[in-house]
């Protein structure tokens, strides 16, 4: 179900209308291009939650991205602003449709303002929630 998940969030997420590479540069735990994004789940943290047969599921996830020629504070800046911009367009779409689940919510986590990642100069992320939820009974 996670893999199923990945790949609608990457669809989803294809269409923000300023992404700044091509969708065939829009990989699932990639980053092995010069100029890329990436989505990554958190493996093993799925939050379920059963309350009178409504569950609810909490699927951690990040966005990577990297760019191996962004050289000056402006362009990696620039990076930064472009994973916020994500986050706050997602928080704003009507989400799409997923067999047997509604999606109630994207929302953007503590850390979800993009920042560098440690050991990788020119890749920042940002981390973000998908909320699920469906009746189980």
Request: net charge negative; hydrophobic share 40%.
């Amino acid at each position: 179900m996670d893999t199923d998940i990945a790949i609608k969030l990457l669809e989803f997420i294809s269409v923000f209308p300023d992404l700044p590479i091509t969708k065939e540069l829009f990989l699932i735990d990639d980053l092995s291009k010069d100029k890329c994004m990436s989505l990554r789940m958190h493996e093993g943290t799925v939050l379920q939650q059963d309350i009178d047969g409504y569950k609810q599921i909490q699927y951690p996830f990040m966005l990577l991205y990297k760019d191996t020629s962004a050289k000056s504070p402006e362009d990696r800046s620039e990076m930064m602003a472009v994973l916020n911009k994500i986050g706050a367009w997602m928080e704003a779409q009507a989400l799409p449709k997923f067999p047997n689940m509604t999606w109630e919510q994207i929302s953007q986590t503590a850390y979800s303002s993009a920042s560098i990642m440690e050991k990788e100069e020119n890749t920042y992320i940002a981390g973000y929630t998908l909320i699920l939820s469906n009746l189980s009974n």
